[in-house]
Every structure is written in structure tokens, then in C-alpha cells.
């Protein structure tokens, strides 16, 4: 398992071996997170908005979402007109 210093501007050498196995090139860019208490450094996709896609899959299509909003939205109006004078 390689060490690696952390500079006093809290920059850090990742291995070169490393660095090739996961697509890291300099220069670039990487995602940092956190996952359970460790810190995960990953490749950050060229094209931002197609490696973000299939990010925010949802449960049901948005077309049934929609249908499913109107009908609720049509539905309060209707209660709403009949609460009227």
C-alpha cells in the first residue's frame, strides 16, 4: 500500500500506477466524496452532462408523474369550486 505526504496546501501525489488503472490524467479533474469514513477520489467524466445521466432515475416515468400531478392538480380545483357560494 503506497504512503503518500499531504502538502501544507493539503495537496496530495496520487501514484502513477494508480493514476493510470483509473483514468486520471493531469491535467484534469476528479470528483472527491465520502463514503463511509473514507475519502474516494473518482475520475470526473469528460462530458459532465452525459456522465451525469441515469443520475436522478425516478420510480415511474416523468410523463406518468405529470398525468398523475395534473389530475391531483384538477382534482383540489374541483374541491376548491365546490367550497364556494
Do not use: N
Amino acid at each position: 500500500m503506497p504512503m503518500v505526504k499531504i502538502s501544507a496546501k493539503g495537496q496530495v501525489v496520487i501514484p502513477a500506477h494508480l493514476r493510470q488503472k483509473y483514468g486520471l490524467q493531469a491535467p484534469g479533474r476528479a470528483i472527491i466524496t465520502e463514503k463511509e469514513g473514507q475519502i474516494v477520489i473518482t475520475p470526473a467524466p469528460a462530458d459532465p452532462v452525459r456522465g451525469a445521466r441515469g443520475m436522478l432515475k425516478a420510480k415511474q416515468s416523468l410523463t406518468k408523474t405529470h398525468t398523475a400531478y395534473k389530475r391531483e392538480e384538477r382534482k383540489l380545483e374541483e374541491d376548491h369550486e365546490q367550497q364556494l357560494p
